[in-house]
């Protein structure tokens, strides 16, 4: 594998489940990000996880809860969601500097639909 | 906060012609990075060029130029000898210098490139 890979790549849910979304990156970065897509919409930055630690929590639902367990991987726990959380989850990672930042790899992203 | 406007959601070219996708934003800093990603229908999202904005240059990547006009806030794309492989949403996105990259995309221009 190379890249950034998420699993799964489509996912249909109902409203009570609970489920996750998996990212992988194998680029030896130390930033992970995810990002909503929807339709008409511009990307919204939902989640930063620099060197395993959350730096940013852009006012997401409680609904959806973030993990990293190292720096490589980077999970998307989503429980009791609703119809408007339907979406393209975009996964992200870039090697974080002080000085100037780097481009961000994106992954296939995972398409979510809640019913 | 920062903020960055795409006008125009969908444009069309002729294969072979040239076309310009503009981008404008807001920002009170004096120092930051500007992008554009590209994504292609079912394919991943991927940068195609970016500019410092202390450099006065235009940045240049092959067929893909931009112009870059700090004072107006305006930083545009323009694509040379089109191809049928440039058909995708291309964004604009801004991230301050420091730390972990926080995007803030633009809405996406859905470019169609016509054989």
């Known amino acids: 594998e190379t890249g950034v890979t998420q699993t799964p790549r489509h996912l249909v849910m109902g409203m009570t489940n609970k489920k996750s979304l998996k990212c992988e990156q194998h680029l030896g970065h130390n930033a992970m990000y995810w990002y909503k897509q929807s339709a008409k919409k511009p990307l919204e930055l939902m989640f930063v996880y620099n060197f395993k630690e959350q730096t940013e929590n852009n006012s997401v639902p409680s609904r959806f809860s973030p993990e990293c367990p190292n720096s490589s991987h980077l999970f998307l726990h989503l429980h009791t969601l609703q119809p408007e959380d339907s979406a393209l989850y975009l996964c992200?990672?870039?090697?974080?500097?002080?000085?100037?930042?780097?481009?961000?790899?994106f992954g296939p992203g995972t398409r979510l639909t809640v019913t | 906060a920062q903020t960055v406007t795409q006008s125009q959601p969908e444009m069309s070219v002729q294969e072979a012609e040239t076309v310009t996708l503009s981008c404008t934003y807001d920002t009170s800093e004096s120092d930051y990075y500007l992008f554009w990603y590209k994504q292609p229908p079912s394919r991943q999202m991927i940068l195609v060029i970016r500019q410092e904005a202390y450099k006065q240059q235009n940045a240049t990547e092959n067929r893909f130029s931009v112009n870059f006009q700090k004072a107006a806030k305006s930083f545009s794309l323009k694509i040379s000898d089109s191809q049928l492989g440039d058909a995708a949403m291309y964004f604009c996105a801004y991230s301050p210098p420091q730390g972990a990259q926080k995007l803030v995309f633009g809405q996406g221009t859905r470019l169609t490139i016509n054989p």
């Open positions: 992200a990672s870039s090697q974080a500097s002080r000085d100037s930042p780097y481009e961000q790899y």
